[in-house]
């Protein structure tokens, strides 16, 4: 080591240093653009950030497939999809504002940090002007800070934490999906017409934001109508075995198992519990009962069997037969061979919305489209008459209510529709306490 | 110079240059070819090639001098980004703080898993310390999430208490990460003709203090306390019979480790300010372990090369996709196109953990010295010695720990 003593005049130019460091604060400029990453030239790159590995991997390779799609349309190639029944017409199909739209990918592994990393990536170094995608509230949630701070757009995903537009909503953050308390106001009435109001639920939860506000409130929604919650266990999201959960369910008495799971953990949790011959129990003399709050055609697929009569809520069904969905899925039908899921909906969905905010408002900057997005009613993409709310950046539509289909006709035929709830009935004030806590802030150019 | 050997002088130069030119260096292709994709001279990546150096440089003084496997150092590059985080949130944006505390907790924690998993050794040490950081992982993944938000991560928010500056700024968002008032994201491009260089303060402060972290690493390794240290390598019986208690290097050695982490997991947070679990994961601990083995264990630049070659394919090689693949291999024809992207694809894009694999083992294999190991073969090359010093030189290289 070097033995050295700390000058007076050593001490002295140090200090010097720190002042002048701290009397000039911004030394350094940024390049001098009205916003960041404004595109130049004849294109403009967006960011899709969806899970290629773990356990949404499945849900994250569909919405990859609808992100292409909605670039295609965009561009004015295939057949136009739901640009020709959106209620907007600004879109042309000439790309946006005239420049051809390109995409860059990003696994975020469902992980927050890989998340953040490849999201980074596509802003720092391929330019992106937007990130879309995600199939976890977690990481949505991560992304969406980011994004904030970068100073770009995030259209989210699949993702149903009440947490998005609640307490970690932000400006620069936009959520077409539902969310666990719509889910929940919408199914309560139905479980109370199918299975009364005498039951005794078992939650298992996901152990991240998505679980725990989706749990949230369920619990809230059925303890309503007169449920008891008899207990709630946290599962962490990269278990593949719940055996281990499932167990104590069967000591338990509870006659209602409430999964909180998504993706590959539903598929495993409902295979186990079925295995463990759950639903021909009889307790307290009722029949024992599932229920998956959040249901996707993928999850029924993967799942198998053992989805037949169980109930759910989903954002959307491919076989809707407005006239948006049908123009959706035919031309996802015919670009892929099958339909598309409720992921790949949305997250199409999304980009059209973005792609038109930004015309209709006339400029890439992230203030604009906000303005643009904000308040916005728009209708034909599928979901009915929608809003986008100004308060906390989601939309307001109806929810549908399915059940595992008992004589499914096709591989893709999984889920049959048993109520649509209206939009009203699943409408919640900005400040509801399920969502309190967070604040928007204003809009970040980024420049 | 700076009490350096002549050779480490020349060392620490060509790092000293390499860390201050990177931007230019990482970025060869101009932004509009086709070869752009292999540019890596964007500010994120620049930050972790030289943070996660950081890393591995900790690492090798525990791995490479004294022998002892570590499975576990991710936690405390894990627990240095939550202290990191937190005293963002409770006292001030400055940077400064947040990277001297995150060092502190790493190096208590250290003290403490090294405490008890020092009193074994070789493979037993290293299930123990996995075995702790696998604990970590869990305790920070559900146990503790009040403290460490769980699966989402930590992040701050717009209504911190911070003791020392605002909860959020005029226009209401978080302030930014900051270094007496230069923002870790600000910096200023270069448009040189058709190249484009991004020069970042956030990357400038991580470079400087990877130098001071590769500096204190030089005089470890020439210093008598790193003369021990080996000695511990080589036979840790034969020293314990000339009288010497091992125990206090070891230890010692495991702490300044822990603390280079730490000191990781600090910038990690300085330049994004989000701590995930996912960071002290047993594969996280792998990785580092990785890097050192594949750049060079217990040499002084190998673990910076490991460290940049993974993350380099971590995040260029996995963002090949399909698409870029096909745009490549345009000029063949339609059948043979298709053909070799579906050779070429499993190795690039979510295939990149193959290629990595792949490199590894023949690394590995051919060239157990690492990468420093195949750049010593290649200057040897165009080296003359006279012939009566093979033997010696050869005999030198093979077992030394030193460069």
């Not at chain 2, 979510?350 to 290649?378: A, Y």
């Amino acid at each position: 080591m070097i033995k050295r003593p700390i000058s007076r005049r050593g001490l002295i130019k140090t200090a010097g240093v720190v002042g002048a460091g701290l009397a000039a604060p911004h030394l350094f400029i940024r390049s001098a653009n009205a916003y960041f990453n404004e595109p130049k030239g004849g294109t403009v790159t967006l960011g899709f950030n969806v899970p290629q590995s773990g356990p949404y991997a499945d849900e994250g390779a569909d919405e990859l497939r609808a992100y292409e799609l909605a670039v295609e349309h965009l561009n004015g190639g295939g057949d136009g999809g739901m640009l020709n029944t959106f209620s907007s017409k600004a879109l042309k199909g000439n790309g946006i504002l005239g420049k051809k739209v390109e995409f860059v990918t990003g696994d975020t592994q469902t992980k927050s940090d890989a998340a953040r990393a490849s999201a980074k990536s596509m802003i720092e170094k391929d330019g992106a002007i937007m990130i879309t995608g995600g199939s976890s509230s977690g990481v949505a949630v991560a992304v969406q800070s980011l994004c904030q701070e970068a100073g770009v757009i995030f259209m989210a995903g699949l993702t149903h934490s009440n947490d998005t537009t609640g307490k970690d909503k932000k400006a620069n953050g936009f959520r077409h999906f539902f969310n666990g308390y719509m889910s929940a106001a919408a199914l309560a009435p139905v479980l109370k017409n199918a299975y009364g109001t005498d039951r005794k639920a078992y939650h298992l939860t996901a152990d991240y934001t998505w679980g725990w506000t989706q749990q949230e409130s369920i619990a809230a929604a059925t303890e309503a109508m007169g449920w008891e919650t008899v207990n709630n266990v946290l599962t962490p999201l990269a278990a593949t075995d719940f055996s281990a959960y499932i167990t104590p369910v069967l000591q338990s008495d509870a006659d209602v198992l409430v999964l909180n799971h998504y993706g590959g953990n539903m598929v495993n949790s409902l295979t186990n519990a079925v295995q463990f011959g759950l639903r021909d129990r009889m307790v307290n003399g009722k029949n024992f009962e599932i229920i998956v709050p959040l249901y996707s055609r993928l999850m029924a697929k993967g799942a198998g069997e053992n989805v037949k009569g169980i109930f759910g809520s989903t954002n959307w069904h491919w076989s809707l037969e407005d006239e948006g969905s049908v123009a959706f899925v035919q031309s996802f039908g015919k670009k892929y061979g099958f339909p598309p899921s409720q992921a790949a909906h949305t997250c199409y969905v999304q980009t059209l919305l973005y792609a038109d905010a930004v015309e209709r408002g006339g400029s890439f900057n992230p203030c604009s489209v906000v303005e643009a997005l904000e308040g916005f009613e728009f209708d034909g993409l599928g979901n009915g008459p929608t809003l986008y709310r100004a308060e906390d950046h989601q939309c307001f539509k109806d929810v549908l209510v399915v059940k595992g289909k008992e004589n499914p006709t096709s591989e893709f035929d999984l889920l049959e529709i048993v109520e649509v709830t209206p939009a009203a009935q699943v409408t919640y004030p900005p400040d509801h306490p399920m969502f309190a806590g967070g604040d928007l802030g204003t809009c970040n150019p980024g420049a | 110079m700076l009490g350096l050997n002549k050779r480490d002088t020349l060392l620490f130069a060509i790092v000293i240059a390499i860390t201050l030119l990177a931007p230019i260096i990482l970025n060869p292709f101009p932004v509009a070819s086709d070869l752009a994709q292999f540019n890596a001279g964007y500010p994120d990546l620049m930050q972790r090639f030289v943070i996660f150096g950081i890393f591995a440089i900790g690492f090798n003084i525990l791995f490479g001098l004294t022998g002892y496997l570590s499975f576990g150092h991710a936690a405390f590059l894990g627990v240095g980004s939550y202290a990191g985080v937190w005293m963002m949130k409770l006292l001030t944006m400055n940077v400064v703080p947040a990277i001297i505390v995150s060092v502190i907790f790493a190096g208590l924690f250290s003290l403490l898993v090294g405490f008890i998993s020092l009193r074994r050794s070789g493979i037993y040490f290293s299930i123990l310390t996995l075995a702790f950081a696998q604990m970590s992982f869990s305790l920070a993944y559900s146990v503790l999430t009040p403290i460490t938000n769980g699966e989402t991560g930590l992040q701050l928010s717009l209504n911190d208490p911070r003791i020392l500056g605002v909860s959020q700024t005029a226009d209401g968002s978080i302030p930014m990460t900051n270094f007496f008032g230069i923002a870790m994201r600000d910096g200023f491009e270069l448009s040189m003709g058709g190249w484009l260089f991004t020069f970042n303060a956030g990357y400038y402060l991580c470079a400087a203090i990877l130098l001071i972290a590769f500096y204190v690493s030089i005089r470890i390794f020439r210093s008598p306390f790193g003369v021990m240290l080996k000695a511990v390598k080589s036979n840790q019986q034969r020293m314990l019979y000339t009288g010497l208690n091992p125990r206090p290097y070891t230890l010692a050695a495991f702490v300044i480790s822990g603390m280079y982490a730490g000191l990781a997991g600090g910038l990690m947070v300085a330049m994004d300010p989000l701590a995930g679990a996912e960071r002290m994961q047993w594969t996280a601990s792998g990785e580092v372990v990785l890097m050192t083995i594949l750049g060079g264990t217990g040499t002084l630049i190998g673990p910076i090369l490991g460290s940049g070659v993974i993350k380099y394919f971590e995040n260029i090689f996995s963002k090949i996709n399909d698409n870029i693949l096909h745009d490549w291999f345009a000029f063949l024809p339609d059948g043979l196109e298709d053909f070799v992207v579906a050779i070429v694809y499993p190795f690039v894009g979510k295939g990149w953990h193959l290629t990595l694999g792949i490199v590894f083992m023949l690394v590995v294999i051919f060239l157990p010295g690492g990468i420093v190991e195949g750049g010593q073969r290649i200057a040897g090359l165009f080296k003359r010695k006279p012939p009566e010093d093979k033997n010696k030189t050869a005999a030198a290289s093979a077992p030394s720990a030193a460069e």
